[in-house]
């Protein structure tokens, strides 16, 4: 199942996207044996490398030199989405959320063994943006230069993230 998120308007110093998130929801087994190869192995296929496993910074920050997808291995969390204002999600063990550059994203609370898989398209590599209004503008412009990505992270060349940002007019 796919969970699509409008975060159009930005909170404070963070741009938001005009592009949706999306939330993908059990995208792995939580019995499987290696979650995070799985997830791994998921977005590499589809052209997302991985470069990290860990949590999620407990302060919002947002990127605005690409997407992120991160998935959900071990343990639970409610994330907050969007900015300091955005509305808070429940993620566990094989879920997938797909973040669009410019989205704020930050950790309320997560149980001790909370862990992620992080990647971004082929090429492409992170900055670390915190809410600062008055850089509100020029990351809205840099986030209005990122690609729409070649293909979804969880469901390839033709779907998702594919389908869903185009038909959003990006």
């Known amino acids: 199942m796919m969970e699509i998120v409008h975060i159009h308007k930005p909170c404070k110093g963070v741009p938001n996207s005009p592009l949706p998130l999306l939330i993908y929801r059990k995208v792995i087994e939580a019995d499987t044996k290696d979650v995070a190869e799985s997830l791994e192995h998921l977005f590499a296929k589809n052209d997302w490398p991985p470069h990290w496993r860990s949590s999620v910074y407990p302060f919002t920050h947002f990127h605005t030199t690409t997407h992120e997808v991160v998935g959900v291995y071990v343990g639970s969390a409610e994330l907050q989405l969007g900015g300091d204002n955005g509305k808070v999600y ?27 898989v992080g990647a971004y398209p082929t090429d492409h590599n992170p900055d670390i943006c915190r809410d600062q209004p008055e850089k509100l503008s020029e990351r809205t412009e840099a986030i209005k230069r990122i690609e729409l990505p070649q293909s979804d992270p969880v469901l390839g060349r033709s779907e998702g993230c594919i389908k869903q940002w185009q038909s959003e007019g990006a």
Request: glycine share 12%; aromatic share 4%; charged share 20%.
């Open 90 to 116: 429940r993620v566990e063990v094989g879920d997938v959320i797909l973040i669009p550059s410019g989205v704020g994203h930050k950790c309320i609370s997560a149980t001790d063994d909370f862990m992620l």
